[in-house]
């Protein structure tokens, strides 16, 4: 849905109503918050760790680091002799597993043990903001994990998109070393590699991929701004090839509605060389763990950790950062929204504070918010790395509610994945009671309610219009009905559950389905299963009420 960008708090008035449901470019991830007013008497606590701020006017050109001690921190290391321009060769596998310890808090390296669950992408790849392109290689260590065999593979190209405005385009197809062919389907938006055997199930095989990325330029206003070049800011999200989902023998290929997120995919770990200009700031998801300088060129090596997609923006901006519970947060803005970056920053700390106390601790190291130009979504999430559009950094209305609902993705979407295609409630509508939960945590009931009561308008709508459905749905078949049902009614479903169950329980549910489920990819049947161990009892017939049903319902 595309927001007009007049106050915001007139847009909740009017906006939902008659634009909702409306086919854009790069849906929003976050609504406007449900109440841009705090209850009277309440203000917004600074974080207890006192945040490392760049002052207005000061020249940045590189993150804030963590401390030298620290596992993502940037060892000086001899500078690279490679000629400028040149993209770095894939380093030989194999993939490298303990390095991806750096992206890790320390009680969560553990978690590598797992690595066998993960597919390993490998790139090394080159980033030129004047030229608004990102080129580079790819080795994909894929296993079937599937059922049956897999005479193909296919991969996301995400660029291609009308919504996105650029342009991804192969060059290159290796499998196991073997030359392949460049196949395009669905009007360049698929790549298929076909295997030169059927992989079986547990085999594993390895493509390699050369490829170039262009975005376009100014695209903020009217296309998808988390793939765009505009004053200062490259941003790259869903730049290289993206591997399908398979189930069954079954892709996930079809073409992405734009009402909600476009990627779908499953936890990977990531082992990514960059080079870059040394003048631009590298922001993505995971950790630099070293970088050389050479001749106006940076050279980083980062490493993601267990994680769902791998995001990329390029930024000439300044910088606020905060060490919160083991976490780095880094939040990047334009100098003349120093207020706005250092709000973000502020909101991201506190959200994050919640959220490991409600839903249990986010286990990696570093968090980046970036302000981005885009009129088609107020925020947008990616693991590691959320974008909020610079109108609500300009203006300072529903910066604080939209930094923290994207922080709420890191648990629901980034961490516990799910179909954002087919079933986008099942993050957006936790992203959204997230807000819930964060106005609980800093200023109490009276204003959790207070947020409470904007779900209710748009449930209240939804009936009042004649456009209630069920919440489960594809994101296509909704019509003029998305926003209200997907962040209204949905949301509404954990609040009715929360009164039935109790607070006990309730919070037993988040944690536990949180930890049950971080790093899969699950069903509304997993939710449901996760409530009723969380309160033994059944919470079924709540669930195909609010969420499978359309059936007229009281509000909670």
Not at 151 to 160: C, I, M
Not at 359 to 386: K, Q
């Amino acid at each position: 849905m595309r927001l007009p960008f007049y106050p915001l708090v007139l847009v909740l008035a009017m906006v939902l109503v008659a634009c909702d449901g409306v086919a854009t470019s790069g849906a929003p991830t976050a609504l406007p918050p449900t109440s841009t007013f705090l209850p009277t008497g309440t203000s917004l606590p600074t974080p207890t760790l006192p945040p490392t701020f760049v002052p207005p006017g000061t020249a940045t050109t590189q993150p804030t680091l963590a401390p030298t001690n620290a596992p993502t921190s940037i060892p000086t290391v001899a500078p690279t002799s490679e000629p400028a321009g040149e993209v770095t060769s894939l380093p030989p596998a194999p993939f490298d597993v303990p390095a991806q310890a750096a992206a890790l808090r320390p009680e969560f390296v553990g978690d590598l043990a797992r690595q066998g669950e993960w597919n390993r992408y490998t790139i090394s790849a080159e980033a030129d903001p004047a030229a608004h392109t990102l080129r580079g290689q790819l080795r994909l260590e894929y296993t079937n994990r599937d059922s049956a065999a897999l005479d193909r593979l296919y991969f996301h190209l995400y660029p291609n998109l009308p919504d996105f405005g650029g342009r991804l385009d192969i060059q290159r197809v290796a499998v196991d070393g073997a030359p392949g062919e460049i196949v395009y389907e669905t009007r360049r938006y698929l790549l298929r590699v076909d295997l030169p055997q059927p992989l079986a199930p547990s085999a594993t095989t390895a493509v390699t991929l050369d490829w170039a990325t262009t975005t376009p330029r100014n695209a903020g206003a009217r296309l998808y701004g988390a793939f765009n070049s505009e004053n200062g800011l490259l941003t790259l999200a869903s730049a290289y090839p993206i591997v399908a989902i398979v189930r069954g023998g079954q892709w996930d290929i079809g073409w992405p509605d734009p009402k909600g997120d476009f990627v779908n995919s499953e936890t990977a770990l990531y082992d990514v060389t960059l080079r870059a200009p040394t003048d631009w700031s590298v922001v993505s998801t995971g950790v630099v763990t070293v970088r050389r300088d050479d001749a106006g060129t940076q050279r980083l090596h980062i490493v993601s950790g267990p994680q769902r997609d791998f995001t990329l923006a390029l930024a000439q901006f300044q910088l606020a950062s905060a060490d919160v519970e083991g976490t780095r947060i880094n939040s990047y803005f334009r100098a003349a929204n120093a207020a706005g970056g250092q709000a973000a920053l502020e909101a991201a700390s506190n959200a994050l504070r919640a959220f490991n106390k409600r839903y249990g601790p986010y286990p990696l190291r570093e968090l980046d918010v970036v302000e981005i130009p885009a009129n088609t979504f107020l925020g947008v999430e990616y693991p590691g790395l959320v974008m909020i559009a610079d109108s609500l950094y300009d203006s300072g209305n529903g910066i604080e509610l939209t930094v923290a609902h994207e922080v709420g993705h890191q648990w629901w979407f980034s961490q516990v994945g799910n179909d954002v295609q087919t079933a986008s409630w099942l993050d957006e509508a936790l992203a959204s009671y997230s807000q819930i939960v964060y106005q609980e945590e800093m200023r109490g009931p009276a204003a959790a309610e207070q947020e409470l009561n904007g779900f209710r308008e748009r449930y209240q709508r939804a009936l009042a219009l004649g456009r209630d459905a069920p919440a489960q749905q594809p994101n296509s078949a909704f019509t003029n009905n998305y926003v209200l049902l997907v962040y209204g009614k949905a949301v509404l479903f954990f609040q009715a559950m929360r009164q039935q169950i109790g607070d006990v329980a309730f919070d037993r549910f988040l944690h536990d389905y949180y930890a049950a489920n971080r790093y899969r990819y699950v069903t509304g049947a997993d939710l449901v299963r996760a409530a009723n161990q969380a309160c033994s009892c059944d919470v079924q017939p709540l669930y195909d009420d609010w969420i499978t049903r359309a059936v007229p319902l009281s509000a909670p």
